[in-house]
T-cell receptor, first 112, second 115 residues
Framework: KQEVTQIPAALSVPEGENLVLNCSFT??????LQWFRQDPGKGLTSLLL?????REQTSGRLNASLDKSSGRSTLYIAASQPGDSATYLC???????????FGKGTKLSVKP | GAVVSQHPSWVICKSGTSVKIECRSL??????MFWYRQFPKQSLMLMAT?????????EQGVEKDKFLINHASLTLSTLTVTSAHPEDSSFYIC???????????FGPGTRLTVL
């Protein structure tokens, strides 16, 4: 059974810092991995999707990497801003499944 | 971009009543829709997967007769919580995916409070 773990559970940084969020999964046979952002009381916004054949994806200040063999993904946020404050969720989709398995998320707080 | 809407955004009801939540894909046809439940400070837990025109597939531990899911068209899925009880209070989020596309898009969620 696939399990997704995100470390740290919470992170507080000053504005302008570069930071890395970690995601690990127990079964390396994944179809793709998706990073989401969730603001309090809101739904999920898709940030980046990495296919199993890819090693990284970039969008603006965000860069996500995937090391499938080791069961790890990282989300790099450059030059963090207070508006980046949210919970970041990692989710994987297995080959034999159509649904996403989520981690518990990392709650990020960027202080002005 | 792909937009998924949910209605209502929040609802308060009395114990024993039924509540219907709608999920719509606004600018694409969703062959598959998913319903998730999220408790405070917890991650999303999949409740069921539905394909247009077919019966929903429920995850283990989710009561089919309590959480009725209908995916009658390629743009609309509904979740009905029947005979709601306080323990059903939660944040319900739907998600939609296009056929042959990998990315899932999520709705804004519905906060259900059962008194």
């Amino acid at each position: 059974k696939q399990e997704v773990t995100q470390i740290p559970a919470a992170l507080s940084v000053p504005e302008g810092e570069n930071l890395v969020l970690n995601c690990s999964f127990t079964d390396s046979a994944i179809y793709n991995l998706q990073w989401f952002r969730q603001d309090p009381g809101k739904g999920l916004t898709s940030l980046l999707l990495i296919q199993s054949s890819q090693r990284e994806q970039t969008s603006g200040r965000l860069n996500a990497s995937l090391d499938k063999s080791s069961g790890r993904s990282t989300l790099y946020i450059a030059a963090s801003q207070p508006g980046d404050s949210a919970t970041y969720l990692c989710a994987v989709r297995g080959r034999s499944q159509g649904n996403l398995i989520f981690g518990k998320g990392t709650k990020l707080s960027v202080k002005p | 971009g792909a937009v998924v809407s949910q209605h209502p955004s929040w609802v308060i009801c009395k114990s024993g009543t039924s509540v219907k939540i709608e999920c719509r894909s606004l600018d694409f046809q969703a062959t598959t829709m998913f319903w998730y439940r999220q408790f405070p400070k917890q991650s999303l837990m999949l409740m069921a997967t539905s394909n247009e025109g077919s019966k929903a597939t429920y995850e283990q531990g989710v009561e089919k007769d309590k959480f009725l899911i209908n995916h009658a068209s390629l743009t609309l899925s509904t979740l009905t919580v029947t005979s709601a009880h306080p323990e059903d209070s939660s944040f319900y989020i739907c998600s939609a995916r296009r056929e042959f596309m990998d990315e899932q898009f999520f709705g804004p969620g519905t906060r259900l409070t059962v008194l």
